[in-house]
């Protein structure tokens, strides 16, 4: 089992910065692709980003492309979101996951979620 705790989360102007950590207990997370997603009120969970076990692949999605950076410290067994040139439209709750097989942009593709972390961006 892998409990994964989401922090971070806040209330930004639009233009400003949050940087979101996922911390893992449990099994360790050094074999685990790990991913963010985010889902707004009224709308499907989205993919936002990933990262292979060993750090050196990394996904985004489009539309985060260039603002957001993922990277995680294994030994801290950590993953982080920074988050620049914040959005509006980038107000969601954001989910960190583990994927036990490899790196995957599909939320089914999943093993463990955390609760999520509200971040409000306001225009």
């Known amino acids: 089992q892998v409990q994964l705790v989401e922090s971070g989360g806040g209330a930004v102007q639009a233009g400003g910065s949050l940087r979101l950590s996922c911390a893992a207990s449990g099994r360790t997370t050094s074999s685990y692709a790990m991913g963010w997603f985010r889902q707004a009120p009224g709308k499907e969970r989205e993919f936002v980003a990933a990262?292979?076990?060993?750090?050196?692949?990394?996904y985004y999605s489009d539309s985060v492309r260039g603002r957001f950076a993922i990277s995680r410290d294994n030994a801290k067994n950590t993953v982080y979101l920074q988050m620049n040139s914040l959005k509006p439209e980038d107000t969601a709750v954001y989910y960190c996951?583990?994927?036990?097989?490899?790196?995957?942009?599909?939320?089914?593709?999943?093993?463990?979620w955390g609760q999520g972390t509200q971040v409000t961006v306001s225009s």
């Open positions: 990262i292979s076990w060993s750090g050196g692949i990394t």
């Open positions: 996951a583990a994927d036990l097989d490899t790196i995957a942009t599909m939320g089914e593709e999943y093993d463990y």
